[in-house]
């Protein structure tokens, strides 16, 4: 495999893998270890399949297209605005996971309220992005790296105290699974990455679908590994019980201090990249639409339409967590699914579509758009 396919992959599954695998016991774990990998499953799945679609149409327009710019040329202006109005609205909904899961971490070590760790850590945010975002970005693959390297410290330890006897253990129910998908579908969303998977890789459509697989199985893979390290150590019961970051930490960590302060800097860093790939998005996101500048007037601004709405919102829910991931599936559902299966309909009623398509036809296009029916619904009942 060329070393641009491995960089290409790396791109996907980095994408993947962030706060939201943080989440996955907390919602999964009452179903118990076989269930819940099931669900893992058919959601890696579907966020595969929905891949496939969003390269069908990349190709259709050919290598360094963004997202924005296929909607609109499919759907027109109303398609751009929902793509955008999406967009927007899944990353405030992980800011707000972000900030909230830091203010709890950060609780858990200084005996402060949960919402001035929060605050605190979206102040330091908001001024890095002010001062400037090239030296974030080199910091931040930094970050992703230590980040991999003390998850996998972080899994050996936990291996360590591992009860296979809780992995039997769990009650599947109808209301479990509805709470799971959204979250679940979250902890898959590399869909953002795809145009540039494309733009960097070319149009080698075997390489493309490579990538794709790999890159998304990679992050499923730990996800199973998490719950199971998870589930290990807590029963199905504690683990649905929890709200945030840092109980979640607290629990599986048991009274082992060494193992709670590893696990506890695992956390903290896959928030910490997470937040600051899906901030640097949004400020040029914002800075876009808005038409603002990158003076340092402008540069304040735009920091604060940023990071004051979320701010505002994890203030006003310190446990809300899983509350926002869920409601980032949703948002997600809409930009990975509803507007690819809307636009390859479209693209093969006109009879193109010619460079590549997704496998299963029609039937596989309505059934991954039932599915994100599904997932949406499931946020709100």
């Not at 975002?133 to 790296?145: D, E, I, P, Y």
């Not at 253990?169 to 540039?196: D, E, N, Q, Y």
């Not at 869920?326 to 009879?351: D, T, Y």
Request: glycine share 12%; charged share 10%; hydrophobic share 55%.
């Amino acid at each position: 495999m060329s070393s641009k396919n491995i960089g290409a992959i790396s791109i996907v599954a980095g994408t993947a893998i962030g706060a939201g695998m943080l989440g996955l016991p907390m919602v999964i774990g009452s179903l118990g270890f076989v269930t819940g990998c099931l669900v893992l499953f058919v959601m890696w799945a579907l966020a595969v399949y929905s891949g496939l679609m969003l390269i069908e149409v990349n190709l259709e327009f050919g290598p360094g297209v963004n997202f924005n710019y296929m909607t609109h040329k499919i759907l027109g202006r109303p398609g751009q605005i929902v793509a955008t109005g999406s967009v927007f609205f899944l990353a405030y909904c992980l800011l707000v996971a972000y900030m909230t899961g830091m203010g709890g971490l950060i609780a858990s070590v200084i005996p402060v309220d949960p919402r001035v760790g929060s605050g605190a850590f979206a102040i330091i945010s908001a001024i890095i992005f002010y001062i400037g975002t090239n030296a974030l970005v080199s910091a931040n693959k930094t970050l992703f790296a230590v980040m991999l390297g003390t998850m996998v410290i972080s899994f050996g330890f936990l291996g360590g105290e591992l009860n296979l006897q809780n992995l039997a253990l769990g009650t599947p129910t109808t209301k479990g699974f509805m709470i799971a998908l959204p979250v679940l579908f979250t902890s898959f969303g590399f869909h953002a990455s795809i145009p540039s998977v494309v733009s960097y890789v070319g149009e080698s459509k075997k390489s493309l679908v490579k990538i794709l697989v790999i890159g998304s199985t990679i992050p499923g893979l730990c996800y199973v590994a998490w719950l199971m390290l998870s589930l290990g150590n807590a029963s199905p019961e504690q683990l649905a019980g929890l709200a945030n970051v840092d109980a979640l930490v607290a629990l599986i960590s048991g009274n082992n201090l060494l193992v709670k302060r590893i696990v506890s800097i695992f956390a903290v860093l896959a928030l910490i990249t997470s937040f600051f790939g899906v901030s640097l998005g949004l400020f040029d996101l914002v800075a876009e639409t808005f038409k603002r500048g990158n003076d340092r007037a402008s540069r304040a601004g735009t920091s604060m339409l940023v990071f004051l709405p979320p701010l505002f919102a994890s203030v006003m829910a310190p446990d809300g967590f899983i509350r926002a991931l869920s409601h980032a599936g949703s948002a997600l559902a809409i930009i990975a699914i509803f507007l690819p299966c809307i636009m390859v309909l479209k693209l093969r009623s006109f009879g193109k579509s010619q460079e590549f398509r997704a496998i299963g036809g029609t039937p596989a296009v309505l059934a991954s758009f039932v599915f994100g029916l599904v997932i949406v619904v499931a946020n709100y009942l």
